[in-house]
């Protein structure tokens, strides 16, 4: 069963780095995936796609601070000089043949 | 610039009908799939359904099917979610969203959301 894994909170300092995980379940390791930001009472945006190799493709004006990269099963966000409008829920999404599936969702608190 | 507009959420009693609809503008509507996400109250992201460029190819969670039935008219540039035997727990923020490629892929665009609430 294909299913994504995501931490519920994190947390980092205005300015800092911090990195977010999506973990793919087994035997899903190849699969790509997309994160996306939810700031309070918005709709979802899209940032980017990372594939297993760590490539990714971002979506329209996300800033050079949000990269994305892959270790094995592993999906990453690390977004650097974090900012006040940084704090947000971010989602990670994946697909395959009939479905598409959601993580849980990662609350980012800027302190 | 792409624009996804949803539109046709409200109040509506346990086990009624609405009608959803998603606009959109800023791409060449027909080459792309598009889905219907939803956001329960407090709650993450749960996809609902996927409907391909043409239109023929349509893909449903278990949850929703029987229930839920998503169409498009490509001449109108208009996304629907048909939603009958509605519960309770139907209730969420309901998002249209664009595919990037495929039928199946990541979504690239979303639009802002109506609100849905099933309720007595």
């Known amino acids: 069963q294909l299913v994504l894994t995501q931490s519920p909170s994190a947390s980092a300092s205005l300015g800092a780095s911090v990195k977010l995980t999506c973990t793919l379940s087994?035997?899903?390791?190849?699969?790509?995936i997309a994160w996306h930001q939810q700031q309070p009472e918005k709709g979802p945006r899209y940032l980017m796609k990372?594939?297993?190799?760590?490539?990714?493709i971002k979506g329209d004006g996300i800033p050079d601070r949000f990269s994305g990269s892959s270790s094995g099963a592993e999906r990453y966000l690390t977004i650097s000089s974090l900012q006040s409008e940084d704090e947000a829920d971010y989602y990670c999404q994946t697909w395959d043949t009939a479905i598409q599936v959601f993580g849980g969702g990662t609350k980012l608190t800027v302190l | 610039e792409v624009h996804l507009l949803e539109s046709g959420g409200g109040l509506v009693q346990p086990g009624g009908s609405l009608r959803l609809s998603c606009a959109a503008s800023g791409f060449t509507f027909s080459n792309y799939a598009l889905s219907w996400v939803r956001q329960a109250p407090g709650k993450g992201l749960e996809w609902v359904s996927t409907?391909?460029?043409?239109?023929?190819?349509?893909y449903y969670a278990d949850s929703m099917k029987g229930r839920f039935t998503i169409s498009r008219d490509n001449s109108k540039h208009t996304l629907y979610l048909h939603m009958n035997s509605l519960r309770a727990e139907d209730t969420a923020i309901y998002y249209c969203?664009?595919?990037?490629?495929?039928?199946?892929?990541?979504?690239?665009?979303w639009g802002q959301g109506t609100l849905v609430t099933v309720s007595s």
């Open positions: 969203a664009k595919g990037y490629f495929g039928v199946l892929d990541n979504l690239d665009y």
């Open positions: 990372i594939n297993s190799d760590g490539s990714h």
């Open positions: 409907i391909s460029g043409s239109g023929v190819t349509t």
């Open positions: 087994s035997g899903h390791s190849s699969y790509a």
